[in-house]
């Protein structure tokens, strides 16, 4: 293994057939067979390794994890079948009935919606904890806190946490520290290096890069992916091998795109910071975020995404998206095309306006995810965009 993230995303493999093919195939295969009756038996009570059934593990989704696990700095890990599997296993496989996790109230908003709405029902409880007020997290932790939960940057707020700080803390309370890093990516951030036991991505986004498949990851030590695993065999949220093939050749790619991704998001945000049509641009690498000593800290390069609010409200936002005329109106995100969404009728819609207010997604907020294209014509697209929406 080589100490360069961008070597490991390429050359890491071990599904090479008798074929001795250069690029890794596609095993579209439901289950493997076995030479003997006894070499079936040792491979079911874990005696030797070798692949099972594809619900369980498959080469392609092999490469996949020990790519990752190298670029993040992990002992282990598990693919899934999407980023919001992921984010339910993670939970799910580690707590039980009467357990309470603590959260950043800075969350995507299906992961909102899985701490309030769906495990409640099975006595997991949750608390917010408001990232601006981290000296009183001491009075959030309850008797029956077992786990830390967060995500930097957040989506769609770009609110960093001090991973030192979440690393420290969780080691503090005896918490499992569980960070969504899916809006860095493993080039820019490792969270397990600042103490994180797991860290998951949506690999729809970055990871993909464009636009094509689902899949989800829970990355982590090997003592806790051990209890992942279990739970997602036995309920089956499986990553199929053809998303698991193309989520592993696109990590060849990673480094590269996130370069452009940053220098392009950089480069618009510099540009419309500023504009007397928008109340204020966010992006971690601008001088001007508020908490951009901690994005210099943690991350090598701000990331694809910049924030827009624009005056106007939601009348306002909704005129601007249906004005552009080059970038894409979808709900993903971390594609080669430039995306708009507008998270307060969108992605985050099923929160209220109380708690979209507290985690800053106002009415006229643009998440804009900066894609690959020349960043001249991104510019202009927005610009024209700000100009008719008026």
Known sequence: ??????????????????????????????????????????????????????????????????????????????????????????????????????????????????????????????????????????????????????????????????????????????????????FASPYLQQPAKWGAHIVTHSATKYIDGQGRVLGGLILGKKELIKDVQFFTRHTGPAISPFNAWILSKSMETLGVRMDRHCSNALTVAEHFEGNSEIISVKYPFLKTHPQHHLAVKQMSQGGGIVTLDLKGGVQRAQRFIDNLQMISVTANLGDSRSIVTHPASTTHSKLSEEERNRVGITDGLIRLSVGLEHYDDIIQDVDQALTKSK
């Open 1 to 182: 293994m080589s100490q360069h993230f961008e070597t490991n995303s390429i050359r890491i493999a071990k599904s090479k057939s008798n074929q001795k093919e250069h690029s890794a195939p596609i095993y579209l295969t439901s289950s493997f067979t076995f030479d003997s009756a006894e070499e079936a038996r040792a491979t079911f009570a874990d005696e030797i390794e070798g692949n099972i059934y594809s619900r369980y593990a498959n080469p392609n989704s092999t490469d996949l994890i020990e790519k990752i696990c190298a670029a993040e700095g992990t002992e282990d890990g598990i693919a899934t079948a999407s980023g919001m599997a992921a984010m339910f296993a993670s939970i799910a496989s580690l707590l039980q009935q009467g357990d309470h996790v603590l959260a950043a109230r800075s969350l995507f908003g299906s992961t909102h919606q899985l701490l309030t709405r769906v495990f409640p029902k099975w006595g997991i409880t949750s608390t917010y904890g408001d990232i601006s007020d981290f000296e009183n997290w001491d009075k959030l932790v309850q008797s029956n806190t077992k786990m830390l939960f967060i995500e930097t940057p957040s989506n769609p707020g770009l609110e960093i946490i001090d991973l030192e700080w979440a690393g420290k803390f969780a080691a503090a309370h005896n918490l499992i520290l569980v960070v969504d890093n899916c």
